[in-house]
Antibody, heavy 120, light 110 residues
Framework: EVQLVESGGGLVPPGRSLRLSCAAS????????MHWVRQAPGKGLEWISG????????DYADSVKGRFTISRDNAKNSLYLQMNSLRAEDTALYYC?????????????WGKGTTVIVSS | QSALTQPASVSGSPGQSITISCTGT?????????VSWYQHHPGHAPKLMIY???ERPSGVSDRFSGSKSGNTASLTISGLQADDEADYYC??????????FGGGTKLTVL
């Protein structure tokens, strides 16, 4: 079964760091681009970062650029999101998502998400 | 990276058709045929419904269709069913490996 499982969320004070992980199974992880998408409470979906299959292409939404770092380890079938200098507005449910075969732009497999709460 | 503009809510009765618009600019929706649509039931993972503007992934009902004109993409759902009630989001490539979502539209089936 194709599956993505996020972990690493939790309650963290403003200004601190957190590292999210996404474990992939049921497919050849290294063949696919991956993304992180978040949803703040009561708000819509927000794309925050994407990474190509070989990590050569990486980009971020302006809202997290310079604070968050996406990475992947194809040998470990894992995607990561290092989040530094966290702010209250980073409070959200964070999803990792796999792209459609051969594409960077469309996400057809999603995890259930991990919740990050930034609060003192 | 401004969010694409969607109506906050739309509604329709079972069996009817509705259309959700997604307005961007000549730098995103207007420049690329790389718009997708996602259905999101609260508490569940989003589901890809349309990609490349008008293509349906396998398993998605043909009641869902997508189109684009200029800087506006649209999602049409025909033969509305109760289970279609959800939030719908458009998403577009905006260049430099960057994507942007619309603000989301809540569909209510009356």
């Amino acid at each position: 079964e194709v599956q993505l499982v996020e972990s690493g969320g939790g309650l963290v004070p403003p200004g601190r760091s957190l590292r999210l992980s996404c474990a992939a199974s049921g497919f050849t992880f290294g063949d696919y681009a991956m993304h992180w998408v978040r949803q703040a409470p009561g708000k819509g979906l927000e794309w925050i970062s994407g990474i190509s299959w070989n990590s050569y292409s990486i980009d971020y939404a302006d809202s997290v650029k310079g604070r968050f770092t996406i990475s992947r380890d194809n040998a470990k079938n894992s995607l990561y999101l290092q989040m530094n200098s966290l702010r209250a507005e980073d409070t959200a449910l964070y999803y990792c998502a796999r792209t459609v075969t051969g594409s960077y732009y469309y996400m057809n497999v999603w995890g259930k998400g991990t919740t990050v709460i930034v609060s003192s | 990276q401004s969010a694409l503009t969607q109506p906050a809510s739309v509604s329709g009765s079972p069996g009817q058709s509705i259309t959700i618009s997604c307005t961007g600019t000549s730098s995103d929706v207007g420049s690329y045929n790389l718009v997708s649509w996602y259905q999101h039931h609260p508490g569940h993972a989003p589901k890809l419904m349309i990609y490349e503007g008008s293509e349906r992934p396998s398993g998605v009902s043909d009641r869902f269709s997508g189109s684009k004109s200029g800087n506006t993409a649209s999602l049409t759902i025909s033969g509305l069913q109760a289970d279609d009630e959800a939030d719908y989001y458009c998403c577009s490539y905006v260049g430099s490996s960057t994507l942007v979502f619309g603000g989301g539209t809540k569909l209510t089936v009356l």
